[in-house]
């Protein structure tokens, strides 16, 4: 049997404001743009897609299941301007087939600069998915899938009993991603790899109409999942939300895809679909995955050069998480939130120069016109959080 096992990641960042060396407005995110996208995404993505799931989970009787996780930006965002999200959320929760997974709050590299701060986000997150949705997590993802085995045995410290991350193939070598691994060195955890090759196929290659797989029905790629039989137990299809409705437009016939897909996955009593959670219960570990290094799952790759690959990232990470101190000794809540804030992975991510010019998915709801731009703004408004610092420390 190969179970297939959905991970969805819903985010939004709090995207900035044009804010100049001489502004002095502790108020640096765009409302209006935040709430534009926010409505935008919630009527082509979040709305259809978790009433297609609901309907799905319904259909089935609950044999298709599926697992997410929802950064606290996002849930922050829906609850201001698309309240109906998070209570279709609930309608998803209350199914008892959908899990939510745990990851930091903000949405933050923490990892890389502050591991104090890191757990604080991650607890954090935790907080907020048993206050909203009563589950306390088990499974643990890293921003962007970032990881390495450092991440693996903080993570088992905390509690959690299985970390996701990308398959990448210069880690697995001549290994599968359809196998449950465990990382060196942790007593306990788990690590469940995702299949790139088939979640992309969704996720970026569906409406490709010069693939040589193009169109792609549930019902070849339902055959893809049942070749996994021999030689692997689950299928890992770990993609964004937003592919449906969004980067796949519901005119290319996504929706309907994913409609049509759990019939046909389970059409011959073979295989069936699993959370996280139950992948790991129902399945043994095959071996060790020793990742020395840090990987995610951006660009070909698979590394963190997205958000660190040049002076600038470099430097505006740095700069942030230098204030951890004066901003937490502080204690004002609201300027401690606005400094998390800032360490939304995605402020790093618009200024990324990595073929830039090229029209890839760095652009998607970017509000800058060039990486140049996006430093500079970002670099402003630190200048004023520790303005903010010094006149509150004077108090």
């Not at 201001?80 to 998803?92: G, I, K, N």
């Not at 990382?183 to 469940?192: A, S």
Request: hydrophobic residues 40%; charged residues 25%.
């Amino acid at each position: 049997m190969a179970s297939v096992v959905f991970y969805f990641q819903v985010h939004q960042p709090f995207r900035l404001r044009r804010y100049s060396i001489f502004d002095s407005d502790a108020n640096y995110f765009d409302d209006w743009r935040n709430e534009t996208i926010c409505s935008k995404v919630a009527g082509k993505c979040y709305l259809p897609a978790n009433q297609a799931i609901l309907d799905m989970i319904r259909r089935h009787e609950g044999r298709f299941r599926v697992s997410y996780s929802l950064t606290g930006t996002i849930l922050e965002q829906v609850r201001r301007w698309a309240p109906e999200v998070l209570a279709s959320f609930h309608d998803l929760a209350a199914t008892g087939c959908v899990e939510f997974i745990a990851e930091t709050y903000y949405h933050s590299l923490a990892f890389l600069y502050n591991r104090d701060e890191f757990i604080a986000q991650t607890h954090m997150h935790r907080r907020l998915m048993r206050d909203l949705f009563g589950q306390e997590p088990r499974i643990f993802r890293n921003t962007e899938l970032t990881y390495n085995n450092d991440v693996a045995k903080v993570v088992e410290d905390m509690g959690f009993d299985a970390i996701l991350t990308e398959g990448a193939d210069h880690i697995l070598g001549y290994r599968s991603p359809n196998f449950i691994y465990n990382p060196p060195n942790c007593g306990h955890l788990r690590m469940l790899m995702k299949n790139y090759r088939l979640s992309d196929d969704i996720a970026f290659r569906f409406s490709n109409r010069s693939w040589s797989e193009w169109p792609l029905t549930a019902e070849k790629f339902a055959q893809w999942v049942d070749h996994i039989n021999g030689n692997g137990y689950v299928c890992n299809l770990f993609m964004d939300y937003e592919t449906f409705g969004e980067h796949q437009w519901e005119d290319t016939g996504i929706f309907n895809f994913m409609r049509a897909l759990p019939e046909k996955v389970m059409a011959r009593g073979r295989n069936d679909f699993l959370t996280v959670s139950e992948a790991i219960d129902r399945y043994p570990s095959v071996g060790e995955v020793d990742v020395p290094h840090m990987i995610s799952w951006a660009d070909t790759e698979r590394d963190i050069s997205a958000w660190l690959g040049n002076s600038m990232q470099a430097n505006a990470l740095h700069d942030v998480y230098a204030l951890a101190d004066r901003v937490l000794g502080t204690e004002d809540e609201h300027l401690v939130h606005d400094w998390r804030m800032l360490q939304t992975s995605d402020h790093f991510y618009y200024m990324c120069t990595k073929w830039f010019a090229d029209g890839d998915v760095h652009k998607y709801f970017n509000p800058y016109e060039s990486p140049y731009d996006a430093y500079i703004n970002y670099m402003n408004i630190l200048d004023n959080v520790r303005s903010r610092i010094v006149a509150r420390t004077r108090v």
